[in-house]
Each structure stands twice: as C-alpha cells, then as structure tokens.
C-alpha cells in the first residue's frame, strides 16, 4: 500500500515542504531515496525501535520511502516521526484520511517519546502558506508553531498520541498562543541605574539607540564599559510584531527558542568571544546556519576587547553590516540571512589599558596607542558612529551617588525619537533609523544653517577630523534633534555630536 506523508525542510529561515512517499510490498528490504543526509538514513533503526516497543506492528517487507522533491538535501533526525507515521499508516494501524491535512514533524526516541526539532516557526508559516489544517509537532515546540493563526497545532510526547489524533480518538486539544496580545513586557535582569555616575556615557548611549548609532566604548579596565554595553537593550524601543516574527525564525532555525516558548519578545544581545570564527560570526556550515550577526537581527551585537578580534573575522562582517543581510552560497543553494543588528563595541586604549587614565600611569611605548588602534580595519571603524571615551568613576561616587535614571525612563525618550524616525522615513522602506541614512537622505535632512557650518568647519579643523567623521556627525547631530523633538539641527545638537569624535582627532594617541 502506498501512503504520503508531509514534513519540512529548512533552507536558511524558510521551510520548504517535503512529500514523503511510503510504499509496502511483498518482499524484505528497507530503501529510502530522495537525497537524505546520514541522520536520516539511521532513522530506519529509531523507528522500528519505537513503534515495536510501543506495541505497534512494524511490517518486515519491502519498505520504500521517496522524499520529494529530491533535489533538496533533508537533514537531521526531525523526519522521524513523518516516516514512521507513513509506515505505520501504510501497515494499515493509522486512518489515512487525515494524513494530507497535515505536516508532522519529530524526533523519535527508542520508547517512542517525540524528542524537540529545530525550525518550527518557519514549518508552520509554510504549512499555513501551503493550506494545510494543521501541524503535529514536538509538545516543546508547538507554542512556537501556534502563533501562526489559522492553523490546528497538537503538541505531542509520544507516537500513541500522533496515532490518536489521526484516528480522530485524541483527547488532546489544539495549542493556542495569543501573539499578538500585549504579553509580559519585556523583563531584564540588568537596569541602567546600576550603574554610578557615567551620566555622558549614558547620554551617549541613548543616542545610540534613539538613532540606531553603532558606538564604541574605549576606556581602562574596569571603567564598566562591559557592565554599559549589557545595558543597551534595555533602553531598545520593543520589537513590533514583524520584527519579532524575524528574530523568531532565525533562533528557530539555530535552535535557540527555549521549550514552550513562542515568540522572542525582547531583542537580542550576542556578545560572542573575541575567538570566534568567521563563520560563527557571519554564518556558514555545510547547511548553512545563521551566526552571531543574524542572531542579533533587530538587536545589539556586543564585541568586547575589539582589538582582540582577528582581523579576517573583522572584515567578513563589513559587507553585512552594509546591506543588512548576509548571503552564504554553497554549491547548491544561496540562503540569505537577515542581518540587521547594532554594534556595540568596547576596547582600551591602548596594550597596557591605561591611556588617559586620570590617576594611573600609561606604560605604552610612542606609538603603541595608534598600533592598537589599527589593529581596527579604517572601513569597520568608518561604520561606527560614536566614540566614547569611558573613564572610571571615584570610589567615592561609586560608593555614594545614587545610579540616576531607570532604563525605562530613557527608553521613552528613546521610542519617541524613532517614532519620528518613522514618519521621516516612512516611503523609504529600508531606512529605519537616522544611522542608515544615504547621502541624499542626509543632504535632505541634515540641513545645516549658516552658524553652524562654521561650527562644523571649525570643528574639522581644529580638531583635524577627516573627512569621513563629516556625515557621521550629521547623521547623530539630526538624532540628538530628534531626541529633543527639534525640526532642524542647531548648533548645541552639532556640538554634541562633534565630541562623539575622539578617535578621528589627529592627535589621538600622540
Ligand atoms: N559606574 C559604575 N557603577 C557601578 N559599578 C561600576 C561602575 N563602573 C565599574 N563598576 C564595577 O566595576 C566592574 C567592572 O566593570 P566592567 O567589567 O564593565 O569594566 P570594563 O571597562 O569592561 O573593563 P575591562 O576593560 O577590563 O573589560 C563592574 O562589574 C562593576 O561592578
Ligand atoms: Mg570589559
């Protein structure tokens, strides 16, 4: 008897479906075809454990499974579950009139309990996209698939279960998540007032976010450069419900949703190791998965001790960082992923930490302070916005001044600026924020009067800027307007964003 079930294949973050045909016949042998990886191969010995030991019948004959279309690779262990439905079906122990409304996706174990799989959200966006009734997926997973609407979502444990649902004798109901009500709000563990004094520092920070400014934290150890930067995605505007659907779908795919949840609701903070790989940093793999710039979509990518990273992982992330999308290709098949993050980086001065330190002593040779600094391709330092120069605060002020302002204080002002961001933008639909401005955007809203073009020049001269730093200091000069609900940049927002310079001065590290 020949019998078809219906799973997914993951192809970047987006799912393809995948018929799986099963056919018994008079004979002994077990073939499966349509270009299945190992993983898949060795599900024939996990199924025939699990449905014997879950007292099923697992027919000894002529067993083929063809999975179409066959020219796309299937990998992993989540086929499971759809062959060994199509088996049993095909045995004649499951009612076949249900199979075709539905995909069904899992990982089987020996005793037939239904192990989590990776890359739900995307399945279940196909399996609404493709007009099928509904998804039986892994009982971890199936919050994530149920906030698709319209679409009937059994979250299982075990294969009795699956068996009961399509033999229309279960008596588990349809899982259903409300994605788009209000839910919590977003929860996080740190808290801008934590931190004492730095009140320029966080100034500086919230123009970042209100602007979307990638910024740089320079200063000595222990000055709480990395105990500023955790606190960034606290004073983030939230996600809206597009861009939380897109976060979602790329941890999907990587396998970072956590059991039973559905949608990531606060953006994301990746702060990988100044060891990590290129294709850790960007992506890469034989199946291509997202790496840590796409884990940051719609978030903050910190990258501490900046120097320490190797040059060649520096410099893979240049072109992303531009087109806000990274393109890995493989012989096969092309995957994009959305790449749409903040960089947040921090770094010291110099090889000894101590430059411009106000009580401790530079013990850096001439000219070890610009090396270091080199160590940072020009084109990546060109993307950055702001420079930050933190210096530690007192003791004493550690120990008496109260932390100032709650994130959610800042975060308003914050939401206020990108609202009108927003509607500045609005019939541009790449440009978000101020930071992603062209130079036609920034001629047309970036218009400077006559003082302050001679605040500007001056600027550049005196303090010997190059001529990169010049709409850098444009676009964060129409972001602090912004923040202070002004039309046009006047000459005290120019002058602010003039100081977020430091590294650009001819006499940095002299
Ligand atoms: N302004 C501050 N308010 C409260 N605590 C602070 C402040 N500055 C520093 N600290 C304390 O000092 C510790 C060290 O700060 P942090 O690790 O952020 O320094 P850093 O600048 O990243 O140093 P390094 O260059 O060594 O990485 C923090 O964990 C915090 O306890
Ligand atoms: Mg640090």
Same mark, same amino acid.
């Given at each position: ?126 399996? *609404? ?271 008496? *001044? ?109």
């Amino acid at each position: 008897m020949l019998v078809k079930t219906f799973g997914c294949a993951l192809i970047g973050i987006d799912a393809i479906t995948v018929t799986i045909e099963v056919n018994i016949d008079r004979g002994i042998n077990f073939y499966l075809v349509g270009l299945p990886d190992n993983a898949v191969k060795e599900s024939q010995q996990r199924i025939e454990a699990a449905i014997t030991n879950l007292g099923y019948y697992y027919p000894h004959k002529r067993i083929v499974i063809n999975m179409a279309p066959a020219d796309i690779r299937k990998e992993g262990s989540a086929y499971d579950l759809p062959i060994a439905i199509g088996i049993m079906a095909a045995a004649e122990q499951i009612n076949t009139d249900l199979l075709e409304r539905f995909i069904i996706m899992g990982e089987l174990s020996l005793d037939g309990t239904i192990n989590p799989i990776k890359g739900t959200l995307p399945i279940a966006i196909k399996a *609404k996209k493709d007009g099928f009734r509904g998804l039986i997926v892994p009982k971890e997973n199936a919050r994530e698939a149920a906030v698709v609407e319209g679409l009937e979502v059994y979250g299982v444990e075990t294969m009795h279960e699956v068996v009961a649902i399509l033999n229309g004798n279960a008596h588990i109901t349809p899982v259903a998540v409300d994605a788009y009500g209000d839910g919590p709000e977003p929860c996080y563990e740190y808290d801008f007032s934590d931190v004492k004094g730095q009140e320029n520092i966080k100034r500086a920070l919230e123009i970042a976010a209100a602007g979307g400014h990638n910024v740089i934290l320079i200063g000595p150890p222990g000055s709480g450069k990395t105990m500023l930067a955790k606190r960034m995605p606290t004073i983030l505007p939230p996600l809206t419900m597009a861009e939380a659907l897109e976060t979602t779908k790329i941890h999907s795919v990587a396998g970072l949703i956590g059991r039973n949840a559905a949608l990531v609701r606060t953006r994301p903070f990746r702060s990988p190791h100044h060891t990590i790989s290129d294709a850790g940093l960007v992506g890469g793999g034989t199946y291509p998965q997202p790496g840590e710039i796409s884990l940051a979509h719609n978030g903050v990518l910190f990258l501490d001790e900046l120097p320490e990273f190797k040059r060649t992982v520096l410099e893979v992330m240049r072109q992303p960082m531009e087109d806000r999308v990274v393109t890995i290709s493989r012989a096969k098949m092309t995957v994009d992923f959305p790449a749409s993050f903040m960089m947040v980086a921090a770094m010291n001065p110099c090889p000894c930490g101590y430059y411009n330190h106000p009580d401790k002593e530079c013990t850096c040779k001439p000219g070890m302070v610009q090396q270091y600094l080199n160590r940072i391709s020009g084109p990546l330092m060109d993307r950055i916005d702001l420079h930050v120069e933190v210096v530690p605060v007192a003791y004493k002020d550690l120990s008496s *001044k109260s932390g100032g302002e709650s994130s959610a204080a800042v975060r308003e002002r914050v939401i206020k600026a990108r609202k009108i961001q927003e509607e500045r933008y609005a019939e541009y639909p790449t440009i978000h924020a101020n930071a992603q401005m062209n130079s036609q955007l920034i001629q047309k809203y970036c218009e400077l009067d006559e003082p302050c073009r001679n605040i500007l020049k001056n600027a550049m001269n005196r303090l010997g800027l190059s001529a990169r730093a010049y709409d850098r200091i444009l676009k964060v000069s129409r972001t602090i307007a912004d923040l202070a609900s002004s039309e046009c940049i006047q000459s005290e927002h120019l002058a602010e964003a003039i100081n977020y310079r430091s590294l650009d001065r001819d006499n940095w590290g002299s």
